[in-house]
């Protein structure tokens, strides 16, 4: 298993929309270890492919997992090819991200998702998600379409929020 570098804004990378996963194979495998392995490590709940430079519709999730917690057992989601086909109500927490690194906003979302994926094995699932872990679904599957969640705060906001963070990155450049 491999750790591997994640993308940070505003690396052009995150910008693309990425493509669906058609080759099921033992490198598919590899590469969702290393990314559960990379999103224990930072520590996130939530880790998309093209984060760690990968065209692929694919993400990992861990909500439940806590560190501190010594009865807490790891349970890596595999997420590849999602869809969410039903949602509900509205939401609005606090969010962050491992390609945004300190820094945190309150994003509007819905509530409640009902989301289609496969696994490993290419066999298709059902979830129907509330609270953190619709968030974290919807968080995921928006980096697959080229969107951070710093795209979804009121124009003004996200200007001086971009701006902000291009001027930090290059001095640590
Ligand atoms: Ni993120």
């Known amino acids: 298993m491999a750790l591997l570098k994640i993308l940070t804004f ?55 997992y806590n560190k501190e917690d010594p009865e807490s057992k790891k349970q890596p989601v595999a997420v590849i090819n999602p869809e969410i086909f039903e949602t509900g109500g509205e939401s ?6 491992l390609s945004v690194p300190e820094f945190r906003a309150e994003i509007k979302r819905f509530a409640e998702v009902s989301l289609r994926f496969q696994d490993l094995n290419q066999e298709v699932h059902e979830l129907q998600a509330q609270g953190i872990l619709a968030i974290c679904i ?36």
């Open 10 to 64: 505003p690396d052009p990378f995150l910008k693309i929309v990425a493509k669906p996963v058609s080759l099921f194979d033992k490198a598919l495998e590899t590469l969702v270890n290393d990314m559960a392995e990379t999103m224990y490590d930072e520590p996130g709940i939530g880790l998309a492919a093209t984060q760690i430079h990968e065209d692929k519709r694919l993400f990992v999730m861990d909500v439940f």
């Open 138 to 173: 919807q968080h995921e599957l928006d980096h697959l379409n080229g969107k951070l969640f710093i795209d979804r705060l009121p124009p003004l906001k996200r200007r001086m929020i971009q701006n902000r963070l291009k001027k930090e990155n290059n001095r640590s450049n």
């Open 92 to 97: 609005c927490i606090e969010e962050g991200c």
